[in-house]
């Protein structure tokens, strides 16, 4: 869908002129901006008012060149956390828009990957978000369906992603290329790395492979896709299209995954899973969220407040949060009774889809969420000593081509994310005034 629908957008007609036409213009008009050039629609020549912002207002210049940041991943050889490396040029990042008057959105033609005719001159920015925290280094492609998944496993060079497309590729931390491609067969629902397994849910399966030994198994079990995957207590825990739960313990003798337990109670399919403390918080298209006790595996509370699909859940200090298509974020706290109640439910124009939780570059935590208008909304992120958790601070957005359905953090303040077209992008939080 794409971010402007008025094709008036980035798109203005500009005459090259910055004072009002010779003979034609009184004196009044001196000084003056056609209101009709703001719109887009001036087809005066010569006109008798200025065919530009007056000077006091007019917006520094944007970088347009390729952005010189690049990442190193600080687990391999010491090599500095958060320092940068070759990952490769992409189109520059995004500073915020110092203006009277900022767009709040991008050049449509610069989102859809065509050229935009007016270049420096267009009113929009050239830039993937619209924030003074973040800085975009690279584009990875190579997906030819949407990205589901995205993992970077402590203590290695490579970052892997798996897709629509039936294939999880592996790309290189140093160079920003794709360094391999493993074809699953069918398309993979998420993705998860936990210790040397490699966990890829897919329709009717869960695919595992072992990357120091390259031992490879698949879990049989699940009924239609498998959205999500979670490990706790030394359990695999995959959500499934039927809406069960099923659980899955590793055994040393035989070496390889065995059935634990089903975990009963959803409607329909579930699409999110998140462990916080002893508990495991599943979120599903039957518009509930289910609380389960990781000692006994039992459900001990079922939350109801939302009004469609719940789409994610995610437990940051001592609160749950979770967003749904019925256009909110909700911020679950504990009760003296030890339930969960909304103590804040934040609107949105957009459903929303996915939700992460990072620190930003000094630290501070940050929430981003995935909209289905294909933008990230950046948030702070309330903590436990401060008020603003009523209040959800804007941090910026990201935009791009599709709508963006996998986020992943990484080490020394990057992060990733993969939408709908295929395309993953590298982000990096950078030193910035907050908003």
């Not at 998860?192 to 492979?209: H, N, R, S, T, Y």
């Not at 749904?324 to 439910?345: F, R």
Request: a neutral charge; hydrophobic letters at 35%; one cysteine or more.
């Amino acid at each position: 869908m794409d971010i402007e629908t008025d094709g008036r957008f980035g798109n203005k007609r500009v005459h090259n002129r910055l004072g009002p036409g010779s003979g034609g213009a009184p004196s009044s008009t001196n000084g003056k901006v056609c209101n009709y050039w703001r719109a887009g629609r001036c087809n005066r020549f010569p006109c008798p008012f200025l065919h530009s912002e007056l000077p006091e207002a007019a917006p520094p210049k944007r970088p347009t060149g390729p952005g010189g940041n690049v990442w190193r991943n600080p687990h391999t050889g010491g090599r500095g956390g958060g320092g940068h490396s070759r990952w490769g040029k992409g189109p520059g990042g995004g500073s915020g828009i110092a203006s009277h008057k900022p767009p709040d959105r991008p050049c449509k033609y610069f989102l859809a990957g065509t050229e935009c005719s007016y270049g420096e001159r267009c009113r929009y920015p050239h830039s993937y978000c619209i924030s003074d925290s973040i800085t975009m280094l690279t584009p990875l492609k190579g997906h030819e369906k949407g990205v589901t998944g995205i993992a970077l496993p402590a203590g290695s060079d490579k970052l892997y992603s798996g897709s629509k497309d039936g294939t999880v590729r592996m790309w290189d931390c140093q160079t920003g290329q794709c360094a391999g491609v493993i074809p699953v067969g069918r398309e993979v629902g998420c993705m998860i790395i936990e210790g040397p397994w490699l966990f890829v849910g897919m329709p009717d399966a869960v695919k595992v492979w072992n990357m120091q030994t390259a031992a490879e198994m698949s879990l049989t079990g699940p009924t239609g896709q498998v959205y999500a995957l979670a490990v706790a207590s030394e359990l695999l825990f995959a959500a499934t299209q039927d809406g069960r739960i099923l659980a899955w313990r590793f055994s040393a003798s035989t070496n390889c995954f065995e059935p634990a337990a089903s975990l009963d109670g959803h409607k329909l399919a579930v699409v999110s899973l998140i462990v916080g403390g002893m508990r495991l918080y599943s979120s599903s298209m039957d518009k509930t969220i289910r609380v389960w006790d990781l000692a006994t595996l039992q459900c001990i509370q079922t939350l109801s407040d939302h009004t469609d699909v719940v789409m994610s859940v995610l437990c940051w200090d001592q609160f749950l949060l979770s967003c749904s298509l019925d256009q909110t974020i909700k911020v679950w706290a504990a009760t003296e009774s030890g339930n969960l109640e909304v103590t804040y439910t934040h609107k949105e124009d957009q459903g929303a889809l996915a939700l992460s939780g990072m620190p930003d570059a000094q630290s501070k935590p940050v929430l981003l969420c995935s909209l289905n208008d294909n933008t990230v909304r950046l948030y702070d992120l309330p903590s436990s000593d401060s008020c603003f958790l009523y209040r959800f601070n804007d941090r910026g957005r990201l935009f791009s081509k599709q709508e963006i359905r996998a986020i992943q953090m990484g080490p020394g303040g990057l992060f990733f994310t993969g939408d709908g077209s295929g395309e993953l992008k590298v982000w990096q939080w950078v030193d910035g005034a907050q908003t």
